[in-house]
């Protein structure tokens, strides 16, 4: 079995829905349904036996502790953070508490755990940490993507807190030779997205009437990565990820803000019309820019492909025509 933390979240739910569309292996799933964590998303594995939901946090290491003893999983794939710009911004200690304070505790109980397993289980086991490109920082319009190798340079809050777990994670393979591996992903969309990012805000706000706010001029670049393309990554870096090495996930989809909410707006034209007969592009709304706003992210995800096989399935307009219908047939 696996233990999968903040599996009830936006990109976790997704991962563990998809791993029981692809497999029967059990999943213990540790989240500590805050605002984001949704029970709901989870609703059609009521019945499965093999899905245990439980509540808390990873920075309790008596309840991971006891987790770890009870299932002894042979992976742990670590989703969760804190993970809204703006609300790091505005309240960044969240984010220091659970990204940096709770990836700690949650390494300390695992390299307890492993260190007491024996040497095939020591071989077989796995630690996956979910990260972001934020870390990297912003790039000028002609610089080329992330890769790898790119250095840190996190502006926001947020980013910080997710560098620092990186490090973390880092330190603890070369440090205790915990077998670690960690994914860094551009942006996630599709089913199941909290509505205060800019996807579901834009639909949600575009179906109820309301402004849909763009930040600034709307020119902030990011690539689009298709949740479920997200979870095939993950699973694929699992499966055959090389012991301490960065994979970054992108979808090959650059794409300024403003463009996106427009994409957004044709298609809501298409499949829900007004009901006033105009579009929907009416409602955009300039508003003023987010403190430190990165202006483009961009991911190099050929080291993926290259070595793992792995590349996106979904085009940014397959993808996003499949999102907006989710979001129009789960109101």
Not at 35 to 48: K, Q, R, V
Not at 211 to 227: K, M, T
Not at 317 to 330: A, P, Q, Y
Request: proline fraction near 6%; charge should be negative; glycine fraction near 6%.
């Amino acid at each position: 079995m696996i233990l999968v933390t903040g599996g009830a979240g936006f990109i976790g739910s997704n991962f563990v829905l998809d791993w029981f569309e692809q497999s029967s292996e059990p999943i213990v799933n540790l989240d500590a349904l805050t605002y984001a964590g949704n029970p709901a998303n989870l609703a059609s594995l009521n019945d499965n036996p093999n899905h245990a939901l439980v509540q808390g946090s990873i920075g309790d290491a008596a309840l991971v502790d006891s987790l770890l003893k009870i299932h002894r999983p042979r992976a742990i794939i670590n989703f969760a953070a804190e993970s809204h710009v703006d609300r790091s911004i505005h309240g960044p200690e969240d984010f220091i508490q659970t990204n940096i304070v709770g990836t700690f505790r949650l390494l300390e109980s695992t390299r307890a755990y492993f260190n007491q397993l024996d040497d095939a289980a020591k071989a077989a086991f796995r630690f996956l940490h979910i990260s972001t490109d934020e870390v990297y920082g912003s790039l000028a319009p002609l610089d080329k993507p992330f890769s790898e190798t790119h250095r840190y340079e996190p502006n926001s809050p947020y980013s910080a807190s997710k560098a620092a777990s990186d490090h973390l994670v880092r330190a603890y393979h070369h440090t205790y030779g915990l077998p670690v591996l960690t994914t860094n992903c551009s942006n996630n969309y599709g089913p199941l997205h909290y509505p205060e990012k800019l996807i579901p805000l834009c639909i949600t706000n575009a179906l109820a009437g309301k402004p849909l706010p763009i930040y600034g001029d709307g020119q902030q670049v990011r690539d689009w990565l298709y949740v479920r393309d997200h979870c095939s990554a993950i699973r694929r870096v699992l499966e055959a990820g090389k012991l301490g090495e960065v994979y970054n996930v992108g979808g090959w989809n650059e794409m300024p803000n403003l463009a996106v909410v427009q994409m957004l707006c044709a298609l809501l034209d298409e499949m829900q019309p007004r009901t006033d007969g105009k579009s929907y592009a009416e409602q955009i709304t300039y508003v003023t820019d987010r403190l430190g706003h990165d202006r483009r992210y961009a991911i190099d995800a050929s080291k993926i492909e290259r070595e793992l096989g792995w590349k996106p399935a979904e085009t940014f307009e397959s993808g996003i025509r499949k999102t907006v219908r989710w979001f129009l047939d789960n109101p």
